[in-house]
């Protein structure tokens, strides 16, 4: 009797190390992750100090370079994409761009961002000539390297909401591109989606950071496209 008490008694004690144990590796694994997530966004950000400006006062650039989002089902951009293109578009009208370069998802057939956004565009009196379809823009970071691989893109204004800017930029600037940013705050209106979307950007942030460190190459590359040049010498 008295053995098999002590055998539960060691059991016991086994099992109370082994809890404690698992505790103290789940409590320093949340915090490495917690210090890599705040790490990774302060890096991330801290690539676009100086290069965020407001609209009336971007400096001019050959492309604005529009990131894509969602869109609806009948290919109507969301209105966070909309919010986008207007500034887009007002960034052209103004002179302040001479080509607008759309890059988003073309993943399957049914659903086509770059498309969308040049009927958007094109609608609204922007020359379907000085607008380039990206249509393997599948992330941020596709977006701003296929910009500069792809479409030979050295400079430009990226364009997207005042939550993604910083880390569009900083990307965009990291992979060889001399890029400001514009962003749009006029989508706070959907606050839930605003606050939802704004608080993914930490998780992207590290993303982002994984990305630029292993210099991974975008999902499609392929050949050196003549867009830009060709829409910017049509104006």
């Not at 005042?162 to 940013?181: E, M, Q, W, Y």
């Amino acid at each position: 009797m008295r053995g098999r008490f002590a055998a539960v008694r060691r059991w016991c004690g086994e099992h109370r190390r082994l809890v404690r144990r698992t505790l103290v590796a789940m409590v320093v694994g949340a915090v490495l992750l917690t210090g890599g997530t705040v790490a990774s966004a302060a890096w991330i950000r801290g690539g676009a100090d100086g290069h965020i400006y407001r609209e009336a006062d971007v400096p001019d650039a050959p492309v604005a370079l529009v990131l894509g989002t969602r869109v609806g089902p009948d290919g109507t951009p969301s209105p966070f994409l909309a919010a986008r293109l207007e500034i887009a578009r007002r960034l052209f009208e103004g002179g302040k761009v001479r080509a607008i370069l759309v890059s988003g998802d073309n993943m399957n057939a049914d659903y086509n961002e770059p498309d969308a956004m040049l009927r958007w565009l094109v609608d609204r009196g922007v020359p379907a000539q000085r607008v380039v379809l990206d249509h393997a823009g599948f992330d941020t970071y596709d977006s701003c390297a296929r910009a500069k691989r792809i479409f030979g893109v050295e400079r430009a204004t990226v364009v997207t909401q005042s939550f993604h800017l910083p880390r569009a930029v900083t990307l965009c600037r990291r992979l060889g591109i001399d890029a400001n940013g514009v962003g749009d705050e006029t989508a706070k209106r959907y606050a839930q989606r605003w606050r939802v979307s704004s608080a993914r950007e930490y998780g992207a942030c590290v993303k982002a950071a994984l990305d630029l460190l292993s210099g991974r190459d975008p999902v499609h590359l392929g050949r050196r496209e003549t867009g830009i040049d060709d829409a910017l010498r049509a104006g």
